[in-house]
């Protein structure tokens, strides 16, 4: 059980999708709340959606 855990278990190749999502997310809640304009929103935006592209495609080549 303990192995499972520390190895990540089903979440164990996703953690750049998650990252990427949770990264989102915040921007836009910081946007939301007030601690941040437009264009930071939009620069997280970017920023992390090229990160899961970036990885999406280390993972096709590799195969």
């Known amino acids: 059980m303990m192995d499972k855990i520390i190895r990540g ?3 164990r190749d996703r953690r750049t999708h998650v990252m990427s999502a949770v990264g989102i997310l915040s921007a836009v809640a910081a946007y939301m ?4 304009d437009i264009f930071a929103m939009l620069q997280a935006i ?3 959606g090229g990160i899961y592209f970036l990885h999406k ?3 096709t080549k590799g195969k």
Not at 33 to 36: F, I, K, L, Q, Y
Request: charged share 15%.
């Open 9 to 11: 278990g089903f979440l």
């Open 33 to 36: 709340v007030g601690d941040s």
């Open 46 to 48: 970017f920023t992390m």
């Open 57 to 59: 495609t280390n993972k």
